[in-house]
């Protein structure tokens, strides 16, 4: 039976019925006393709000650990992970991609705001901070408007030598991007390694025996409401010898894949700084490996779970010790002894492992 075969007379009850119940708002028949149990609880987000973008700690002292949450601010733990303090709740901004401490005056700790890790629920920073004592009070040293910092890179010897990769907004062109250095702590900032407004940088990294020798990763990349773009004609591999005055550009010829290229991330070996491993993204991407210092490079593995979200993760980190022992982190973490030929999956610590989930 349909409504409209219903007769008139029910049609004016139920209209009177309808204007009753919502002229009368329910609340004001609610006893105050039945709630007073009803306590609020956070119900989310989880996964989006509580990974972690960037860490670092101090070499002589392990036990002090910084890292830097993807929209979570800063935290420190002074006890190797036991219990942690939040550090950063009184800045403006919440937003973390990077992390640095310098190694011989531990005091100084560098932050860069705005995860790198570009999603579409990603938020956004607002410049670099630096702590002169050990992360209590926070200093906002600019490039504000480079939207992402994903990595810092600091001289070992001169605290005042900083290098900054910025890779500017996610959601359309802007000039405050690329690689910056600073040479007076912070105080000013020169950008020496620049492609075009939609190009950024997504890694900068030091030779641990050769301050002066830097290794860039150059990324296009761009995100629409309806799509993302990663790769382009902008991105590219760069090598400095001179501390960032100048800049050679590493392409196919040089062993790495061919075609436009996306998002890549480097690795130096400290116990074989010759040994430099490069996780790049492209058509078909790669780990490569150059056992010459970055001058020639060739593939080494190209399964599909060494990159399997590039334009996400894209992480490499050669052991300290044993430079054919190396991590490739993407959506779980994988060891390999051979220099990177084979892989293996962590059983202790990967997530998709029964009881990990």
């Not at 630096?130 to 480079?146: I, Y």
Request: some cysteine; charged content about 20%.
């Amino acid at each position: 039976m349909t409504l409209r075969k219903l007769p008139n007379r029910f049609h004016r009850c139920l209209a009177v019925v309808a204007t009753v119940l919502f002229a009368t708002p329910l609340w004001a028949s609610l006893d105050p006393d039945l709630l007073a149990g009803m306590k609020a609880r956070a119900i989310g987000p989880a996964a989006i709000g509580g990974r972690i973008a960037a860490v670092d700690a101090v070499a002589s002292d392990p036990n002090f650990i910084v890292i830097g949450v993807a929209t979570g601010g800063v935290w420190i733990s002074e006890n190797g992970g036991l219990t942690w303090t939040p550090v950063f709740d009184d800045e403006d901004v919440a937003s973390i991609g990077a992390v640095a401490i310098n190694q011989k005056h531990p005091d100084i700790i560098w932050v860069g705001t705005g995860e790198g890790n570009t999603r579409n629920s990603t938020s956004i920073g607002g410049g670099i901070y630096k702590s002169v004592d050990g992360g209590r009070t926070w200093r906002n040293m600019g490039l504000e408007g480079s939207e992402r910092i994903n990595r810092i890179a600091l001289h070992p010897d001169n605290p005042d030598i900083v290098y900054v990769a910025a890779l500017g907004t996610l959601w359309g062109p802007n000039s405050e991007r690329g690689v910056y250095r600073s040479t007076d702590g912070g105080e000013s900032w020169e950008r020496i390694l620049y492609v075009d407004e939609q190009t950024g940088a997504t890694d900068i990294k030091m030779d641990p025996t050769n301050p002066d020798k830097l290794f860039a990763g150059m990324w296009q990349f761009r995100r629409w409401p309806y799509q993302f773009r990663s790769g382009g004609p902008g991105s590219g591999m760069y090598v400095s010898l001179d501390g960032g005055d100048s800049w050679e550009q590493r392409t196919e010829e040089d062993g790495l894949p061919k075609g436009e290229l996306g998002r890549m991330a480097f690795s130096i070996a400290p116990s074989n700084p010759d040994r430099v491993y490069a996780l790049v993204e492209a058509k078909k991407s790669a780990l490569l490996r150059s056992d010459d210092g970055g001058v020639s490079w060739k593939k080494v593995n190209q399964e599909y779970n060494v990159a399997d979200r590039p334009f996400y993760y894209t992480e490499v980190i050669a052991d300290p010790q044993n430079p054919d022992r190396v991590y490739n982190m993407a959506t779980r973490l994988r060891v390999s002894i051979d220099g990177g030929r084979t892989f293996e999956y962590n059983p202790v610590i990967d997530c998709c492992a029964p009881g990990n989930t």
